[in-house]
């Protein structure tokens, strides 16, 4: 990054929330409906109230990057993903709760774990900030995890980080997280050199 591009970031507002009321209880996400003082009037605004998401980018030794797919209600689609997972352990870290999904959704441990990049994924419908792990040193963890509903039929695949990026700027591969993750990987390796 150059020294130039520093000012291009993120800036908080905070209007005034005149009134905040929950108006969906989901068995994981609520949905909330937020009256805001904002400029000379008021806006309502409803959004899914979300508890925030790891994702990880395990990448081997041959730079290859370990993909998911699962069927996905919402898009009725089998998606290709990163191995990810809900910050909804009370108190847990964002590093702790990548190396924990790893083993749950792969069964892999990593040796090397850095922050890869974060993202809010959809800011004018849901508050939900992920962050996306870089995961080295792969291995496979001591023992299988159970799984049920759609994770019972996971599939997995090491895939060439090139190939994965191909895929996504070619229009082949859409989750939006996956996306994020293997260009910025792709990126991270360039740097690097």
């Known amino acids: 990054m150059t020294e130039s591009a520093e000012y291009l970031r993120d800036e908080p507002f905070e209007p005034e929330v005149l009134q905040s009321d929950r108006v969906y209880k989901g068995w994981v996400w609520d949905v909330r409906s937020d009256r805001v003082r904002y400029g000379d009037g008021e806006i309502v605004r409803e959004y899914v109230a979300h508890t925030g998401a790891v994702a990880i980018l395990a990448l081997d030794d041959e730079d290859r990057v370990l993909l998911i797919q699962q069927y996905r209600h919402p898009i009725r689609h089998r998606d290709w993903e990163l191995p990810a997972g809900l910050l909804d352990v009370d108190g847990e870290a964002p590093l702790d709760a990548a190396r924990r999904e790893l083993a749950e959704e792969a069964d892999l441990v990593a040796a090397h774990w850095e922050p890869l990049v974060s993202s809010w994924t959809t800011p ?70």
């Open 124 to 193: 004018g419908g849901n508050d939900e900030m992920i962050h996306i792990f870089l995961a080295t040193g792969v291995a496979a963890a001591s023992s299988a995890h159970d799984r049920e509903d759609e994770e019972a039929d996971i599939r997995v695949e090491w895939v060439p980080l090139a190939d994965a990026v191909d895929a996504v700027l070619g229009g082949r591969m859409h989750n939006g997280i996956l996306s994020i993750g293997v260009l910025a990987a792709a990126q991270r390796l360039r740097d690097r050199g």
